[in-house]
């Protein structure tokens, strides 16, 4: 072996589908965040106690976050980004059970949040599997 040759850095497990799904969460974002301001305004108007905007602007902001830690972490050898990920995501979906009476896009979105939770699991529990093979 050649000592001059740089050791290549150990990447996580599925580092380009958490890079695109990071992104697809922060432009999601964007998109939750103006359909959960126009269902919570609509709410306002119509005074009927629903809560579904509320809960949209929330997971809105779910997909932010994890969509910012899971580009961040997308090349750490570490599974505890894709696991924080992961219940993030989660957490974005339980918000949706029962909501959509006002948003009927709601439980769709959160569909979708519970589909890059289990992306994201599946990324920690690889990533683990790898760094155990390699320290034994």
Same mark, same amino acid.
């Given at each position: ?8 850095? %150990? ?22 965040s103006f359909q959960s301001c126009a269902a ?6 119509? %005074?009927?106690?629903? !809560?579904? @905007? !509320? ?14 830690? @899971? ?20 957490i974005g979906a339980a918000l949706t059970i ?5 948003? @009927? ?11 890059? @939770? ?8 690889? !990533?683990?599997?790898? !760094? ?5």
């Amino acid at each position: 072996m050649n000592p001059d040759k740089k050791k290549k850095q %150990q990447k996580g497990a599925l580092a380009t589908g958490r890079l695109v799904t990071g992104i697809i969460s922060i432009v999601l974002f964007a998109l939750i965040s103006f359909q959960s301001c126009a269902a919570g305004l609509s709410n306002a108007l119509e %005074q009927n106690n629903a !809560t579904s @905007g !509320t809960a949209g602007l929330l997971l809105a902001f779910v997909y932010l976050i994890a969509g910012i830690i @899971g580009v961040a972490t997308r090349g750490s050898a570490g599974a505890a980004g894709p696991a924080v990920c992961s219940v993030f995501y989660f957490i974005g979906a339980a918000l949706t059970i029962g909501t959509g009476s006002s948003f @009927g896009d709601l439980p769709v979105w959160g569909f979708i949040a519970c589909a890059f @939770g289990i992306v994201y699991a599946a990324a920690a529990v690889k !990533t683990k599997k790898m !760094t155990n093979k390699e320290r034994y």
